[in-house]
């Protein structure tokens, strides 16, 4: 069965860094578009960013563009999301998600075939 986890998660001050990691398993994703989303306690979850599973397209929130970059590797199955210069609004539990082929509506929840767990990130200020 197809799964994701992700891991990386934690506290750290404002203007610090994390890393988070989505390891998959179960198939191969290179040929599945990948996102992170986010999500704040009594908000709805929403989109940070996206990689088109060709590679060649990246996307990203206006409150992180510049902050945050999404990479994946192929060949570990895995996908990253370098978040520098926190603020403490980007606290929340943060999910990855993906979807097979797709190229386009990237920032869309409904778009998505496969979640994370979540991992949680809480930036202090």
């Known amino acids: 069965q197809a799964q994701l986890v992700e891991t990386g998660g934690g506290l750290v001050q404002a203007g610090g860094s994390l890393r988070l990691s989505c390891a998959g398993s179960?198939?191969?994703?290179?040929?599945?578009?990948m996102g992170w989303f986010r999500q704040a306690p009594g908000k709805e979850r929403e989109f940070v960013a996206a990689?088109?599973?060709?590679?060649?397209?990246?996307y990203y929130a206006d409150s992180v563009k510049g902050r945050f970059t999404i990479s994946r590797d192929s060949a570990k199955n895995a996908m990253y999301l370098q978040m520098n210069s926190l603020k403490p609004e980007d606290t929340a539990v943060y999910y990855c998600a993906a979807c097979a082929l797709c190229t386009d509506q990237l920032a869309r929840r409904d778009t998505y075939d496969y979640w994370g767990q979540g991992t949680q990130v809480t930036v202090s200020s």
């Open positions: 990689l088109s599973w060709t590679g060649t397209h990246t």
């Open positions: 179960g198939r191969t994703f290179s040929t599945y578009g």
